[in-house]
């Protein structure tokens, strides 16, 4: 079933994927990747998020087809999706990027304090230690953890990280 996207094509394809036709989604969606993918990359600058969300994209257009109402056009709708979509994610990444800075600051301040409070134990370079994004997943939880309990020497949280 693949024919280029008109409105009766559309309204039908929704109809029969609503009964049950999940296999038609394929075909319903096809005419709008390559549209969906070019926005998102204009919005996202980058082809990995992109195709990210082109994916979400579709899991929520799959997910909402029951609310098209069709006074748009599916594509158009489509669209406005995908635009949402990487707007969402434009956001996460930059809070993302703000929270990393801030636990990276927090991470070089701490990983100082511990050094200098463990002098008499054989330290580990807490930076060669946090090589890994787990790692620094790891030592920013326990920051974070630290900081909501009010713990008044954070370092000491991470004094078992740097021992050997």
């Known amino acids: 079933m693949t024919t280029p996207s008109n409105p009766e094509f559309d309204a039908e394809c929704i109809r029969r ?3 049950g036709e999940k296999h038609l989604f394929h075909d319903l969606i096809r005419p709008c990747e390559r549209s969906i993918y070019f926005l998102l990359l204009s919005l996202l600058a980058n082809e ?12 929520k257009v799959y997910l ?5 109402r069709g006074e748009s056009q599916f594509r158009t709708w489509v ?5 949402n979509e990487g707007l969402r ?4 990444m930059g809070n993302h990027r703000e ?3 801030m636990v990276s ?3 070089h301040r701490l990983c100082n304090s511990a050094t200098a409070r463990l002098a008499p134990f ?3 370079n807490p930076f060669t230690f946090i090589s890994t994004p787990s790692q620094f997943t790891c030592v920013s939880r326990k920051i974070r953890v630290a900081q909501a309990t009010g713990e008044a020497n954070p370092s000491r949280c991470l004094a078992r990280t740097f021992i050997e």
């Open 99 to 101: 929270d990393s800075l």
């Open 48 to 59: 990995a998020e992109a195709e990210d969300v082109v994916q979400e994209t579709d899991i």
């Open 17 to 19: 994927i609503l009964a």
């Open 122 to 124: 054989t330290v580990r």
């Open 79 to 83: 669209l406005s999706i995908a635009r």
């Open 89 to 92: 994610r434009v956001r996460k």
């Open 105 to 107: 600051t927090a991470v």
């Open 64 to 68: 909402n087809l029951h609310p098209f």
